[in-house]
């Protein structure tokens, strides 16, 4: 079963606007991690976010984490077109060990 | 190009049949690990391999194994294989200081 689940399951926005996408997961982690995914193709990553951390920025991306309900949240800022992708929350289960379980994703399409 | 080099890209077999597919993790990585990604399922978690070694286990079907090779790189067995079977099979591998994975392009797997 998965450990993440996302919100919205697809999205879609104006090239400049800003995506926010949502994270819920089960059981306590060591660290909260964001894929992006392009139509079929390898997943790639974005943003590594640890449990005792609540907020990390890298680029035109901002990530949030609340442990204590268990959830996270990716902002993507000015969005273009080449944003459009699959976005996937994964969790580091603290009692699976490094073992990353994925969300079923957020489908992000940017229209120019 | 990722550093994670998948083979075949692509794989047509029919049911009842035996596949091979391969891995060679990013230079240096020890950690390797095989997902399958289908539309129903969504990423699903089968193994890991460390330096080596079997580390964990996912949700893998008895008619899957894998092995890791004293040079690192990696194979996923495939036999009897159903119609149920066609799906996306990723490999991804990690070092330590966990900072995610790097995921190979996949291999879709389609089995008629």
């Known amino acids: 079963s998965q450990q993440g689940e996302e919100d919205p399951q697809a999205l879609s926005i104006q090239e400049g606007e800003n995506a926010t996408m949502n994270c819920s997961y089960k059981?306590?982690?060591?660290?909260l991690q964001w894929y992006r995914q392009n139509s079929g193709r390898g997943l790639v990553h974005l943003i590594l976010?640890?449990?005792?951390?609540r907020e990390k920025h890298s680029g035109r991306l901002r990530v949030t984490l609340d442990t204590s309900k268990k959830s996270s949240s990716l902002l993507i800022t000015a969005s273009r077109a080449a944003d459009t992708a699959s976005y996937f929350c994964?969790?580091?289960?603290?009692?699976?060990?490094?073992?990353?379980?994925f969300g079923a994703g957020t489908i992000l399409r940017v229209k120019s | 190009d990722s550093g994670v080099t998948q083979t075949p890209k692509h794989l047509i077999t029919a049911t009842g049949q035996r596949v091979t597919l391969r891995c060679s993790p990013r230079?240096?990585?020890?950690?390797v690990y095989w997902y399958q990604q289908s539309l129903d399922q969504g990423l699903q978690f089968l193994i890991q391999?460390?330096?080596?070694?079997?580390?964990a286990k996912g949700n893998i079907l008895e008619r899957f194994s894998a092995q890791q090779f004293p040079d690192l790189h990696s194979e996923l067995n495939l036999s009897s294989l159903e119609l149920g079977d066609s799906a996306l099979y990723f490999c991804?591998?990690?070092?330590?200081?966990?900072?995610?994975?790097?995921f190979g392009s996949g291999t879709r797997l389609t089995v008629v």
């Open positions: 059981t306590s982690i060591n660290n």
């Open positions: 994964a969790t580091d289960p603290m009692e699976y060990g490094n073992k990353l379980v």
């Open positions: 230079s240096g990585d020890l950690s």
């Open positions: 976010i640890r449990s005792n951390e």
């Open positions: 991804a591998s990690s070092g330590t200081g966990g900072i995610g994975y790097t």
């Open positions: 391999y460390y330096n080596g070694e079997e580390r």
